[in-house]
């Protein structure tokens, strides 16, 4: 297969798409379309207008909103439209893998990606699958259980079949074998009424007894199809370079393929005919995988097919992994961070209840409250309130314009975050400071531009920060489940 480095968020034209999929020779227009349809149809492209005067090799299209033309099927001969990725991970399509780069680390598709780069693509992967399997809020294309109802990518079922292996081993059948003069448990009643006693001393010796036995079937077909599919498996994975990239140790127990186990039919025939008689939570995952993957290897044709492992969602991912590293407080009371409430709150208040609910009323008779508003981060350090705000921006700054700068709305919130809280800071001596905080591959920089809405200002609210965070240093203290204290006393 060949590899294709893609970055986020970034547009490319047809022609632009083609020359990645063919660097060295004319582009086959009927094989670029197949692959930009199908990553459409995953919803991990969309068209939009070509902006204006723009490099489009080096587009950054976070600000353009996907077009109403996002329906219209692919034409190669269009010059009006760009197609913008919308995916952070890997991507498997016809002969073609595709490392999706987060939008803020500069790849350049044309080029192979540097070393630092390569072991920050390795780093976000392993984030991503951390992240899958603490969260169902957000789709991420990897797989912590699998449901028949779900149609996977051959690339998560693969990773899932991967994993449960080293976890759990290989697939396993016991069943009991009752036996005479064995080494299993000895059962009484049968021995009881089924063999001869000698008496002695009035007590009987019963000189054979029958016993039961647990014995594995070595010839299980379910066995030999888990051995087949994990061996292909990895050796699909290494011939590609994956197995490095997702840390995956070879797994090789046999030369053969599926074919030699039987046609599609009987192969799925087979694997259904387990899983109704199987009731082992663990089991029925696994059963349920292997049918996932047998069937969508004989259909990697379909005109929908890609496989997919990452997310099209990755501001929920830096949210997380900023909230784990840097204390989120939100759910602890007032009196867990042994502080004072404010107001009709108690000590028992959490803090993120702090700020008032807006309340609904109708000729001053019912009042109804609803959900209000939440920031990503409040911790208290060195007697300051944080108010952190995870924003997946590319914060970028010309002499005649900002870019990829977060929205009014957002702006707006932050500073009533601030206002919010403000009764309770004073009543607790602490100085409220807010920031928005973005990833960079380059290093932490924690002033770099800064927010200010007069109106807001006015109010006495102090301007709103932005820092960008060296997102391999938050990622690897998420991976390994730690605190970052230096950073959190430097803001």
Same mark, same amino acid.
């Given at each position: ?11 490319? !034209? ?25 990553? %459409? ?38 010059? $009006? ?12 399509? %016809? ?46 294309? !990897? ?16 990773? +899932? ?10 697939? !396993? ?5 009752? $036996? ?17 006693? /000698? ?21 299980? +077909? ?43 039919? /009987? ?11 199987? +009731? ?10 292997? +049918? ?20 099209? !969602? ?25 502080? $004072? ?9 959490? @803090?993120?209840? @702090? ?137």
């Amino acid at each position: 297969m060949k590899v294709i480095y893609c970055r986020e968020e970034f547009g490319y !034209s047809f022609e632009e798409f083609g020359s990645l999929l063919f660097p060295n020779e004319v582009a086959k227009k009927e094989v670029v379309t197949d692959v930009l349809t199908r990553l %459409k149809r995953v919803n991990v492209i969309s068209k939009v207008r070509s902006p204006k005067g723009v490099e489009l090799s080096k587009a950054d299209l976070s600000d353009i909103d996907d077009d109403i033309a996002d329906v219209v099927e692919i034409d190669p001969n269009s010059t $009006e439209f760009l197609y913008k990725l919308k995916f952070v991970g890997l991507i498997i399509v %016809k002969s073609y893998i595709l490392y999706c780069f987060p939008k803020y680390i500069e790849v350049n598709p044309k080029e192979n990606p540097t070393a630092k780069q390569s072991t920050e693509f390795k780093q976000i992967i392993k984030v991503i699958e951390k992240y899958s399997k603490s969260t169902r809020e957000q789709v991420i294309y !990897s797989l912590n259980d699998i449901d028949e109802s779900v149609a996977y990518g051959d690339l998560s079922v693969s990773l +899932f079949l991967l994993e449960d292996y080293f976890q759990n081993g290989l697939y !396993s059948n016991q069943h009991s074998i009752v $036996e005479m003069n064995g080494n299993g448990e000895i059962l009484w009643d049968k021995t009881v009424n089924d063999s001869f006693a /000698f008496f002695s001393d009035n007590r009987p010796v019963y000189i054979d007894y029958f016993n039961r036995r647990s014995v594995v079937e070595d010839d299980n +077909f379910i066995k030999k199809l888990h051995e087949v599919v994990l061996s292909r498996i990895s050796e699909t994975l290494e011939l590609n370079g994956l197995l490095d990239l997702l840390d995956l140790t070879l797994t090789n127990f046999t030369d053969e393929e599926l074919t030699d186990l039987g046609d599609i039919d /009987f192969i799925l025939y087979m694997i259904e005919s387990e899983l109704s008689q199987e +009731f082992n939570t663990r089991k029925q995952l696994l059963l349920k995988a292997l +049918f996932s993957y047998v069937s969508q290897k004989y259909e990697a044709e379909r005109d929908e097919y890609a496989s997919l492992f990452g997310t099209n !969602s990755f501001q929920g991912i830096w949210e997380k992994a900023c909230a784990n590293v840097l204390n989120d407080k939100l759910d602890v009371t007032i009196g867990g961070l042994d502080l $004072e409430p404010t107001g009709a709150n108690t000590k028992n208040t959490k @803090i993120k209840n @702090i700020i008032d609910k807006p309340q609904w009323t109708q000729n001053n008779k019912d009042v109804f409250e609803t959900a209000t508003l939440i920031p990503d981060i409040i911790t208290v350090v060195n007697k300051r309130l944080l108010i952190l705000d995870g924003k997946y921006y590319n914060l970028r700054f010309s002499t005649k314009s900002v870019a990829g700068n977060p929205g009014v709305g957002d702006v707006t919130k932050q500073f009533l975050y601030a206002l919010a809280y403000r009764e309770f800071a004073d009543k607790n001596n602490l100085e409220i400071v807010n920031y928005f905080l973005m990833p960079t591959e380059n290093d932490t920089i924690l002033n770099f531009a800064q927010v200010d809405m007069q109106l807001l200002n006015n109010l006495g609210l102090s301007s709103v920060k932005v820092a960008k965070l060296n997102a391999a240093n938050i990622y690897q203290k998420y991976l390994d489940d730690k605190l970052d204290q230096e950073l959190l006393s430097k803001f």
